[in-house]
């Protein structure tokens, strides 16, 4: 059995860890901290399963994979359950499902698929932003803001490093052109949250609150943090500090020091994946791993800057440390398909 590098799983282990013990540290309810535990481990093991085979396989399900995705999301705005002002959810026996979460793996393979193929470029460019508008309005449409974003910043992404630049300048452009029809689009909280960005004093005890309450338990955690004598955190002043917000809780309990060990073990996770990314000569295969990195790149900076007022408030959760089965499954495939492509790439780089 192939293993996984070491460095990698010390840091799994580690984010892994950090989760946990924030939650336990934030006192949520029991049963939170037990589900997180148990994502964990499956996450694990689907690591695990993953290595089993030769990812090349997946290439041949990606359209089932994409339109199994259309239709969980089309579920999702027909039977979903609503929380937090959005219906993102569908509710199962035993847990609730978030496929917006799934839906980024499965384009990330999608858009891999199409700019590895064998046609033009301007069928692949066609082809690739045929099949993002679908799912990215399905999201929009719950609403999904957060997730919206982070899908098209990984479809610009490769296609920045895939095709001509026109395509990539062309779809700037008109993104750029179409902002005052988003804004029009915005629900009034997610515009809120904007104008809250800009100025979080503006509505201290409604749309600010999350955020200034944030700033107060990151700034009072100082160099080495508060561990057991928090107040912002144990008294929950932060709302949703066990998901969104668990980067406060981590600056307010383990302070500077924490924080930046927090970023180490992302640094080790990222460093591995672009060192995957420039051992391959696979088309397919870079492309996966460029999106999976862009997917955390993403996740991570607007979870941490929107916890420390430099970013909106978007609702995407810090990848492996906030709570949440949907997201830590996510997070776990990714890797996994990260892995595959290294134990792999020797195989990988004589193309199919």
Same mark, same amino acid.
């Given at each position: 059995m192939k293993k996984i590098p070491l460095t990698l799983l010390i840091a799994l282990l580690a984010l892994s860890f950090i989760s946990l013990f924030t939650l336990y540290a934030t006192k949520v309810n029991f049963s939170l901290l037990k589900?997180?535990?148990?994502?964990?481990?499956?996450?694990?093991?689907?690591?695990?399963a993953m290595l089993l085979f030769d990812f090349r396989s997946l290439k041949y399900f990606v359209w089932l994979f994409y339109f199994t995705g259309i239709a969980a999301l089309i579920a999702v705005l027909v039977i979903g359950r609503g929380a937090y002002g959005a219906q993102r959810w569908i509710s199962l026996k035993v847990f609730s499902l978030q496929p917006s979460e799934f839906e980024k793996v499965i384009l990330i393979l999608f858009i891999s698929y199409i700019f590895s193929s064998d046609y033009s470029e301007i069928k692949k460019f066609i082809f690739s932003l045929i099949g993002i508008i679908l799912p990215a309005l399905l999201i929009f449409k719950e609403p999904d803001l957060g997730t919206t974003i982070i899908i $098209?910043?990984?479809?610009?992404?490769?296609? /920045?490093? +895939?095709?001509?630049?026109?395509? $990539?300048?062309?779809?700037?452009?008109?993104? /750029?052109? +179409?902002?005052?029809?988003?804004?029009?689009?915005?629900?009034?909280?997610q515009i809120s949250r904007v104008l809250t960005f800009l100025n979080p004093l503006r509505d201290p005890l409604g749309s600010g609150y999350n955020v200034i309450q944030s700033l107060i338990a990151v700034g009072a955690g100082r160099v080495t943090g508060k561990w057991f004598s928090s107040t912002q955190t144990t008294l929950h002043f932060v709302p949703v500090q066990y998901a969104d917000f668990i980067f406060s809780a981590i600056g307010e309990m383990e302070g500077f020091v924490g924080s930046l060990l927090l970023l180490f073990l992302y640094f080790i996770l990222l460093f591995f994946i672009i060192k995957v990314y420039r051992s391959l000569k696979n088309p397919f295969g870079k492309y996966i791993v460029l999106g999976v990195f862009v997917m955390f790149v993403t996740q991570i900076f607007i979870n941490i800057g929107m916890c420390i007022g430099i970013m909106p408030v978007t609702g995407i959760p810090l990848p492996f440390v906030s709570y949440g089965g949907s997201s830590m499954l996510t997070n776990f495939i990714a890797i996994g398909l990260v892995l595959n492509v290294y134990i792999y790439r020797e195989e990988i780089n004589i193309a199919l």
């Open positions: 589900r997180q535990t148990l994502y964990i481990i499956i996450g694990f093991f689907i690591v695990y $098209f910043t990984i479809y610009l992404f490769l296609l /920045l490093f +895939s095709l001509d630049l026109k395509y $990539f300048f062309s779809i700037v452009a008109a993104s /750029l052109a +179409s902002i005052p029809v988003a804004i029009k689009l915005l629900k009034p909280y």
